[in-house]
Structure formats: structure tokens, C-alpha cells
């Protein structure tokens, strides 16, 4: 079985947020943080809010897209609501002006107010968006426009939930949220599709993840996995609150389509995993992740035979996923 980790290894350094990239992240978010403090000071005369950063930055598995343009997520937690009366609460829209207000003015680009947040756009770089929480009797509430309103969601337990399964695994779970993550986007872009959430794609895979001691054995048995779980029901729920469902808004062509390409994606492991030369199974895994991985007339000759003696990963199952759809 040829060994591939290295290759994997270097389109990690591909895809993964450069020090200077998250420098700059960290500087816009402090400034527009700095923003709405000053307005809720000096306009709203009241407590200013408290942040808390969630999401893929958070978690540590944000990925370059192709198109360049990458986001983060930071809470702000309002401190003048009462904690105690939620009936005496301002509506989401009333609190989403606040904010809106608040970063007004802070980039060339107006912001714009969104049903579950307010974005605050760097053109052709990256955007901010600024989710709105409120605490009612120490359970959280996002401020959601529309019918929704105010409903209980706390990113934070599940950015803490991410953060432990990481460390009773293993440092590699994140890296292989960030290659199915950046696999995605790939398959997003070629086939002009929008496809899964980043945060269904990291559940999907610290919940069906395979410890291995090399990246591309990991991933390909963790597709394995998450193929065997969504064949049969498409769900996925969110792990710290069991009653919200994180695939309730995709569409049946979504589902689909991802089902489609994840059977691509886990009869390319297969063959490649299977494949004894390094070269060949390069090629195969480049079909799937793009132009960003490794270039496999790098490898040299000598080198391109070189392999262990592991099995495939799931020989059978890919014939029957190819069967199934």
C-alpha cells in the first residue's frame, strides 16, 4: 500500500491559516469588539457586552477556500438584558440594529444584517460575523430574526465539545476536519454546488473519526465511517444539544449530491490506499482534493514503488456504495 502521509502532510500546508492570515483575523475582531463597546457605552449608555469566539477559528479548523474570502464567527453576550425576565427582552430585530449600528461605517462595504447575525464584510478577504446571545437563567439565547426569535443555542459547549474530543484523540482529528473541509470546498466550486456546513462536516467527522498512525489512512477509513452512518438517514444532530438537528435545512438534492461525491471520494481512498505505487495513488487523490495537493510528477521514480503491506480500506463497501447509489 503506498504511503502517501507526506503528501497529505504538504497539502496541509496548503489549505491550513497562516500565522500572518489569523494575525490579521485576531486584529479586525479586537477592533470591531473595541466598536461596539464604545457604542454601547456611549450611545446605548449600558453594560457593554461580552465576546466569545466560536466556530471553525475557534475550534482551530478554519481552511483557505479557494475563493479567498474565509470568515469568523465571534458571540457577542449581551450584558443589559435582564437574566432573569426574558419577557422583558427588546426583539432579535431590536438588538440586531444595535450591532448593525455599532460596526456601521467600519469597512468600505456596508454590513450586512442577516437572519442569525450581523456580517461585517472585508471586500475580497474575509468577513466577520457577529451572532447576537442573550442569558436567561444560565441557558443561552440566540437573537434569530423572523419566527424563530429568541431560541436557546450555545456555541460555546459545543466549541468545548470539539475541544475535548480533540484531546482524547488526537491532534490529527483536526486535520482531517480541515481535509474533508477543504475537499468540500473543491467539489463545491468544480461542481457549483453548495454542499455541507463546515460545522456538519466537523461533527460528521469527530464523530466517526479512526485514529491511524498516517493522515491518508485516517481519512480514508473516517470516510468510511461517515459513509456508513448517513447512507441509510441523512441526520446529524448537534452533539450537546441531542433536540437540534444539523441537517434539518438541507435539501433533498443537497443530501444527495454529497452522498454522491462521498462515494467517489471513498472509492478513490480505496484505490488509493490499495494502490502500490506512490505516484498512481498521488494522481488519485489529487482528482479528489484538486490542484492544491502535491504535484505527482514530483515523486521521484525510485520512490514511487515504495509501500506496506495494510490492506484496502473497505474493499467491499465501496462496491456497495456504488451499488446503493
Known amino acids: 500500500?503506498?504511503?502517501c502521509?507526506?503528501?497529505?502532510?504538504?497539502y496541509h500546508e496548503k489549505i491550513v491559516l497562516l500565522p500572518t492570515k489569523k494575525d490579521n483575523l485576531r486584529s479586525s475582531r479586537d477592533k470591531l469588539r473595541d466598536k461596539i463597546k464604545k457604542y454601547f457605552k456611549e450611545e446605548l449608555k449600558a453594560n457593554s457586552p461580552l465576546f466569545w469566539g466560536q466556530?471553525?477559528?475557534?475550534?482551530?479548523?478554519?481552511?483557505?477556500?479557494?475563493?479567498?474570502?474565509?470568515?469568523?464567527?465571534?458571540?457577542?453576550y449581551l450584558q443589559n438584558l435582564d437574566k432573569d425576565n426574558k419577557d422583558s427582552w427588546p426583539t432579535p430585530e431590536t438588538v440586531h440594529s444595535w450591532i448593525y449600528k455599532a460596526v456601521e461605517g467600519h469597512t468600505k462595504?456596508?454590513?450586512?444584517?442577516?437572519?442569525?447575525?450581523?456580517?461585517?464584510?472585508y471586500s475580497g478577504q474575509y468577513h466577520v460575523d457577529l451572532p447576537i446571545y442573550g442569558e436567561y437563567k444560565k441557558v443561552y439565547y440566540l437573537a434569530e430574526k423572523g419566527e424563530k426569535g429568541w431560541h436557546i443555542s450555545d456555541p460555546r459547549a459545543l466549541t468545548e465539545w470539539f475541544k475535548k474530543q480533540v484531546k482524547q484523540s488526537d491532534e490529527q482529528?483536526?486535520?482531517?476536519v480541515r481535509y474533508l473541509k477543504a475537499w468540500a470546498d473543491y467539489k463545491s466550486k468544480i461542481n457549483n454546488v453548495k454542499l455541507l456546513s463546515g460545522l456538519i462536516l466537523t461533527v460528521l467527522v469527530a464523530e466517526n473519526y479512526v485514529k491511524k498512525e498516517r493522515d491518508d489512512s485516517a481519512f480514508g477509513r473516517t470516510i468510511r465511517n461517515i459513509y456508513q452512518k448517513i447512507i441509510d438517514?441523512?441526520?446529524v444532530y448537534n452533539p450537546i444539544d441531542r433536540d437540534e438537528v444539523l441537517t434539518e435545512r438541507l435539501t433533498?438534492?443537497?443530501?444527495?449530491?454529497?452522498?454522491?461525491?462521498?462515494?467517489?471520494?471513498?472509492?478513490?481512498?480505496?484505490?488509493?490506499?490499495?494502490?502500490?505505487?506512490?505516484?498512481?495513488?498521488?494522481?488519485?487523490w489529487r482528482k479528489e482534493f484538486g490542484d492544491r495537493f502535491p504535484c505527482c510528477d514530483d515523486i521521484k521514480e525510485e520512490d514511487s514503488r515504495l509501500y506496506t503491506s495494510s490492506p484496502a480500506i473497505l474493499r467491499d463497501d465501496a462496491r456497495s456504495a456504488r451499488d446503493t447509489t
Not at 462595504?109 to 464584510?121: G, H, S
Not at 482529528?173 to 482531517?176: E, H, V
Request: with cysteine; hydrophobic share 35%.
Open 1 to 3: 500500500m503506498a504511503d
Open 5 to 10: 502521509h507526506d503528501l497529505f502532510q504538504s
Open 55 to 76: 466556530g471553525s477559528y475557534a475550534m482551530g479548523t478554519i481552511v483557505n477556500p479557494l475563493d479567498g474570502e474565509y470568515d469568523i464567527d465571534d458571540g457577542v
Open 109 to 121: 462595504e456596508d454590513p450586512i444584517d442577516k437572519r442569525t447575525c450581523v456580517r461585517v464584510i
Open 173 to 176: 482529528l483536526r486535520r482531517i
Open 233 to 235: 438517514s441523512f441526520v
Open 252 to 284: 433533498d438534492p443537497q443530501k444527495k449530491k454529497f452522498k454522491e461525491l462521498l462515494v467517489s471520494l471513498l472509492n478513490s481512498a480505496n484505490k488509493a490506499l490499495d494502490e502500490k505505487s506512490k505516484k498512481e495513488a498521488c494522481r488519485i
